[in-house]
């Protein structure tokens, strides 16, 4: 057998050689592939061939589709975690070099001339749009067991978020076409990207509802899948702890549906039926589509490639901030920079107060509220030249200040907002702000802590005067 299968054999750990001979050809290159990539551990525990047999194969079989599902398989994963875990360990700043300035954009304001021009503009454009809704989220902060599109939006007549989308989408649809006189109907399509966590709630609470008035095949759902966690700085896969046959699994984030969309070939059908923008939006915000056709307007008459929808932001506020980049070597970037990165970079750039309010009241850096509009053609180019991958980032959380061992195992994560950052310098990145009561009513966090983060906001603003908490 030895020979046969190569030298590596020899160095595998006993638990694994003696397995082999209920292995199938394949689930033994899977094996083979994980002790190249110094994953030895994971056999340690097998015990003799006889039991636990399929458990083992079972085993091997999922390490085959962490292995499929990740751009690279795994050898990629852990050389990627390695080397994140590493700058992460040695507190390496992913801006360094970078200085941040305040990127162009257009601030709209409900019902004035513009704005009213904009929302016309974007109702005309509506029937070139398709919508894609990020919904494979766990809301571990909300604490909520089911599925966030099933909650209710509002309380009047508890309208679920899901219904509420779809329903938005239609009307949209439907006064697209009325103001696009003599063209034939359309249908816009709606992809939801949902996970194992969400896939089968979300699918019964469309079917439950008849599509919530969709023609079903107007609807898409693409599957996320969750990638493996890591025990330490060098990327040991870590064993599920409540089965010792499997290896830990978490969501890697929103930023898959980048390359879901590639793969999943539709971008290529909606560019063939002539479609223009594609409308990225999030689980639980009732008031979004208020905001949508006049930023679709906004995107059509500036002909913006990327267009992030943002809300006045108080200086230091916790939202990220639409933020230009400019490296020393001449690169640029308009993405999205954390609160608690951008005020320190704006220190350590020359503008040693930090962030701070303008003279509107509010910060110049838009907060960000992760719903982006992209232009098809320009999408397409450049998801061909990266299939969607998007920049990842790993987030331990260590034991101690030595940095050698995490609380608990971690992952890489990516995300929806940072496809701008692999784009050319001749890229149209551009923001659009509109008044949060208009645009932004996430629903995020528990009663709890959502009444925390709520005294903060009113202790910054200086409102707070005396709020007593039962
Ligand atoms: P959130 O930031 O609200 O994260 O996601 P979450 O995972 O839903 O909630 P927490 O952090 O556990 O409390 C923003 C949007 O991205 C989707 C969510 O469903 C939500 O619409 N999302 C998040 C995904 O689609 N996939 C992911 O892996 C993570």
Redesign the pocket.
């Known amino acids: 057998m030895a020979s046969q299968l190569g030298d590596w054999i020899a160095s595998a750990p006993s638990t694994l050689q003696k397995n082999l001979t209920i292995l199938s050809p394949d689930q033994i290159e899977v094996a083979k592939m994980l002790l190249d990539i110094g994953q030895t551990h994971v056999f340690e525990h097998w015990p003799e061939p006889g039991i636990d047999d399929d458990e083992k194969k079972a085993f091997l079989d999922q390490v085959t589709r962490l292995n499929t599902s990740y751009p690279g398989g795994l050898v990629s994963y852990v050389q990627n975690a390695r080397r994140l875990l590493s700058d992460s360990k040695a507190g390496k700043n992913p801006f360094d070099g970078f200085t941040p300035s305040v990127p162009s954009g257009e601030i709209l304001t409900f019902g004035d001339d513009n704005f009213l021009m904009m929302e016309e503009a974007g109702i005309r454009e509506a029937r070139n749009a398709a919508f894609v809704?990020?919904?494979?989220?766990?809301?571990?902060?909300?604490g909520y067991n089911g599925i966030?599109l099933a909650l209710p939006s509002e309380s009047t007549t508890g309208t679920c978020f899901l219904q509420r989308y779809i329903e938005s989408i239609l009307a949209l649809q439907e006064a697209s076409r009325r103001l696009v006189q003599g063209q034939s109907a359309t249908q816009i399509p709606l992809v939801i990207?949902?996970?194992d966590d969400?896939h089968e709630r979300t699918l019964k609470l469309l079917e439950s509802n008849s599509y919530f008035g969709m023609i079903p095949s107007q609807v898409k759902l693409l599957k996320?899948e969750k990638v493996a966690c890591l025990d330490d700085n060098d990327a040991r896969l870590a064993v599920d702890p409540h089965n010792k046959y499997r290896i830990q699994t978490k969501?890697?984030?929103?930023g898959?549906?980048h390359s879901l969309l590639y793969s999943s070939g539709l971008l290529s059908v909606w560019h063939d039926a002539g479609l223009k923008w594609v409308l990225f939006?999030?689980?639980?915000n009732g008031l979004l589509f208020k905001a949508i056709p006049a930023s679709l307007g906004v995107s059509s008459t500036k002909q913006y490639h990327v267009n992030s929808l943002a809300v006045p932001r108080k200086a230091k506020e916790a939202i990220g901030g639409i933020t230009k980049l400019t490296h020393t070597d001449g690169r640029t970037m308009v993405i999205n920079v954390e609160y608690n990165q951008l005020d320190p970079l704006l220190r350590a750039t020359g503008s040693p107060d930090g962030d701070v309010n303008c003279e509107t009241g509010y910060s110049p850096f838009p907060g960000n509220i992760?719903q982006l509009i992209l232009e098809l053609d320009s999408y397409i180019e450049e998801l061909k030249k990266t299939q969607g991958a998007i920049p990842e980032f790993v987030n331990p959380k260590y034991k101690d200040s030595s940095k050698t061992s995490f609380k608990s195992s971690t992952r890489l994560?990516c995300m929806?907002q940072d496809y701008p950052k692999t784009l050319p310098p001749s890229a149209r990145v551009g923001f659009t702000v509109m008044d949060t009561w208009l645009a932004y009513a996430?629903v995020?966090?528990n009663p709890e802590d959502a009444a925390k983060v709520c005294l903060f906001t009113l202790r910054d603003k200086g409102l707070l005067f005396r709020v007593l908490i039962p």
């Open positions: 809704l990020v919904a494979g989220g766990l809301g571990e902060r909300l966030k990207m949902t996970s969400t996320q969501p890697h984030g929103h898959d549906v939006f999030q689980d639980t992760n994560e929806m996430p995020k966090n």
